[in-house]
């Protein structure tokens, strides 16, 4: 019996050149960011990879920036304490700023990249359903070329993206939002920090005058599909209509019905299920109350209840 | 009394330092040289027979060291009953059982090879239920268990799987339920939680090929009891062994016995004098290590219309899991005071420890305490309700007091258990309307607006004893500089007894505390201690140390007499000095006494041993003793709670902790004991469970699905210190290690059932179970584990 080789690791300088060796070396192959997920995955959970691709030698691939035209790029290898930080971030989209900040401890947000957790497209992903709100986009780049894909058609399945081996998301793009666009994000867990969601609701909301009518609501869930997803049916209720509470409950009633969520050791399904009806009117009505700014954690853990 | 210097005064921990800098070495920590790594397979089946094992190809792995298979091993060990493989033999008992190990050049390798092993099971019914276990016909998870070793008070009774049956025979309790006018009978659960030490499991072991010498490092709670299981199994006289004690980071119970030990052991037999580690991941030791017991309790009482207690019936069933380890003590010390604290004149108690295909279940921070206090004290609560009483005057009625001869024949003295439970309840505003500082919610408005928040408060009263007879013994060493070196058994497992025992060391010698110092803890040079459990330390080793002080003191004493030119005149110490009480400027530095009477190297040696005499031991048919345990330590706690009905989270507010600790030898580390046990205690309230399936598998052996609390999940908590002294405890003081965690989760229990009017009789209160009995309770319906409130 022979001892196994050494895992290898290679240390691109350019997108390019990591497509290239994806292209080369074949599949089984993973691309290493932040880590907190790869690492962990082969040092407790038996994953093997062939080999590790590590893009943090790979320029400009992080950073958040405002565009001329309103739109806002958060590169791939953002750090989650970054997003949460981001004073841009904080004035435009605090509650995204907010969904960062629910993600494990300072110390895992220093390290997890925004890009590494999309592409590793876990149901559960705090900033994902925010994003889907913000209707993101994701942009993949290889040797051959950029392309790029809503966050809605990024996401296949847990773990599954719309990427090929050989491509890499090098950016999420917020395109230009309404001004008076609020949002919401809440994220449900039996504790208070360091936990995943049972059940993550965004809510991005623009309501006209003061009679409060919605002239666009988006609604997204995470931790209760294959994928985080968005919730029309729920959307559909409140759109064009003058909002209220009543009509807050109904989208709830709603998006319980559109999820899908699975039963397993956190909940089952069907308390999943109460928990989007609860959560989503919750974020709506929070939405709607409109606090703009960053939020201070006592009153972020204030707001689930 | 003389004024006490030292004693009583909130002094900084000892060992602060040490570890917030991380300098401390602690177990896991420890790097030997020539240093082999081992590692384990762990059985992936509940319940089956070994057919065959295939080694060949973990050994022919490069690096490989050692391969080793329960035939390698041939030895069992058990503190009570002697039925635990070192690695299984024949057959494995549940998902987790170290059934082979390796040892390598390193960590990869070994747990390379491990993956070679190939194990053929054969497939045997298995029990995850300790009732089920026990039910007639069940099949025995240990064939041979009537031949094993155990120790004489173990009573396995007539049914299948017991391992232990404790009787409690007090009274008629037909008669007190005829004579009752409310007879109440629920059923309460508590399941399987693990101690979640943060320093994971770890051991190393060396085998002297020439001497035949096992020398072991571990953080071990009980390094001479383990000393002495690891001598009866491997058949070897207590000389040939050492175990030598790094800090440890934390245990709760779990380091005691030997785990990780014996996988150690075994492997480094055979490498050839080279010392091997075993370290357990987070996984490992949540499967492989040791739990609590998952109790089913059924529990009947008889009350008078009053209020007074008329009888009470008690059934426990304790889940041992796989191997007895503590268990029948567990079973004993836990279902003797599970009637709680109260006057019961007609009391019947029968505990089974049953084994069932679980991970092992023995030793935890309260000792079956808080599993039967979940039961009865919110059956106590329930009582009240349907007394119309306010549980305040129900327990104010029945509460043990000073005099009081309770149920297991036993006459109390030094109960301050009234005086917690009046200031618990009063902090906490008990009988106001729920009150809670509006800066919590956004004030009476912010109320208005959430009507789905309801508030409650709630709270419980426990007595625990300790482990009793037991022995400390201890040595104080004063060399000539004036410095004191400490000897005692008792392990620093974070719990602050370095601090406890350097200040009566400090105390009695009466010099300043950094002049005193912990010897490390090796069993070749430290005195024999029972063990760091029970809450027995204070008061035990606490004696021991006050005694060998003083003897130190009376001999340092005796040799300033002369230098002192003192004849019949009485001698003080002070300060460091020894002084003539009369003339106090006639005075010596004990460094000096030292020095002149034996010169620059000399020492002063003190020696002491401390035992509490127990009259007559337990009877085995009425569960009976005149002194059952040294002391008791009696705590109130209460909660206010807030549950949001529309997602059954539960929110503590506020909680208060009063413990009766006889004398506080320092308060800040008995408030820092109480608030490390609430934490606890609201973890295995709110949120821990270990989710073993129906097929004996552990679902969630990590810490992001098992929920610890987190700093933001404690409420602010308020801890209570009531000193009722013991006569017989060093400055009056009893222990408190174990009890802060006891009477938790039922509080909290009584709590949320006043704020949402229905009980919930199983643990935890995670926002799941609350939902859903708030659901049903809308629904009118209910379920097994509902009841609802009258």
Known sequence: ?305 | MEQLTIVGKPVTRVDAEEKVTGEAVYGYDLVLPDMLYGKALFSPKPHARIKRINTEEAKQYPGVVAVITGKDAPWTHGESIKDKPFLAQDKVRYIGEPVAAVAAMDEDTAQAAVRLIEVEYEDLPAYFSPEEACKPGAIPIHENFASYRKFDFIVPGSMPNVCEHFKLRTGDVEKGFREADLVLEERYYVPVIQHAAIEPHSSHAQVDPESGRVTIWVANDAPFRALHEISEALGLSQEKIRFINPLQGGGFGSKGGLKVETIAVALAYHTKGKPVRVKFNREETFISTLTRHEAVIHIKSGVKQDGTLAARQMTLYWGAGAYAEKSPTVCIRGSLPAPGPYRIPHVRVDGYAAYTNKPVAGSFRGYGIPQGAWACEQHMDEIAKKLRMDPVELRLKNIFVDGDLAYWGEQLHSVGLKETLIKATQAIEWGKPPGFPASQLGGEEARRLKPNIKIGKGFACISKPTRTPTTSKAGVLVNSKGEITVLAGTVEIGQGCSTILSQVAAEELKVPLDKVRMAPLDTDMIPFDASTTSSRSTYHMGNAVRRAAIDAREKLMEMARPMLEAKNEELACSNGKVYLKDQPQMALPIGDVVRRKLGNDGIVRGDASYTYEIGKDLDLETGHSDHASAFYMYATQAAEVAVDEETGRVRILRMSAAHDVGKAINPLNCAAQIEGGLAMGIGSALHEEMVIDSQGKVRNPSFLDYHLVTSLDLPEMIPIIVECPEPEGPYGAKGLGEPGLAPTPAAIGNAVADAIGVRICDLPLNPERVYWAIQQKRAKGSSRWLTEVA
């Open chain 1, 1 to 305: 019996m022979k001892r196994p080789e050494p895992l290898e690791i290679f240390q691109p300088a350019s997108v390019e050149e990591a497509s290239a060796i994806v292209k080369e070396k074949g599949p089984g192959g993973r691309f290493l960011a932040g880590g907190t997920d790869l690492i962990i995955a082969i040092k407790e959970k038996g994953l093997a990879p062939k080999y590790v691709v590590d893009l943090k030698r790979v320029p400009n691939l992080s950073g958040i920036r405002e565009e001329a035209d309103g739109s806002l790029t958060i590169r791939a290898l953002t750090t989650m304490r970054e997003v949460e930080i981001s004073p841009l971030i904080r004035k435009r989209f605090p509650f995204l700023a907010q969904s960062a900040a629910e993600v494990g401890s300072i110390q895992i947000r220093n390290r997890a990249t925004v890009g590494g957790n999309m592409a590793n497209a876990t149901p559960s992903a705090d900033v994902a359903p925010s994003l889907l709100v913000l209707e993101a986009r994701a942009k993949i780049a290889s040797a051959g070329g950029e392309r790029v894909l809503s966050l809605e058609e990024f996401f296949h399945g847990p773990g599954q993206t719309a990427m090929l081996p050989e491509e890499i998301l090098t950016a999420i793009v917020i395109p230009p939002t309404h001004p008076k666009l609020v949002g919401e994000y809440i994220k449900f867990s039996p504790r208070e920090m360091m936990d995943l969601a049972y059940v993550g609701v965004a809510i991005a909301l623009v309501l006209n005058g003061k009679e409060k009518r919605c002239e666009s609501v988006r609604i997204a869930l995470g931790a209760v599909s294959p994928t985080p997803m968005r919730a029309r049916k729920a959307e559909a209720v409140i759109e064009k209509q003058i909002f209220t509470e009543e009509l807050a409950e109904k989208a709830g009633e709603e998006a319980a019905k559109e999820c899908k969520p699975i039963s397993d050791v956190r909940s089952s399904a069907e308390y999943r299920r109460a928990m989007v009806g609860t959560m989503t009117k919750r974020a709506l009505l929070n939405a709607a109350a409109q606090r703009p700014g960053p939020v201070p954690w006592v009153e972020r853990r204030e707001r689930r209840y």
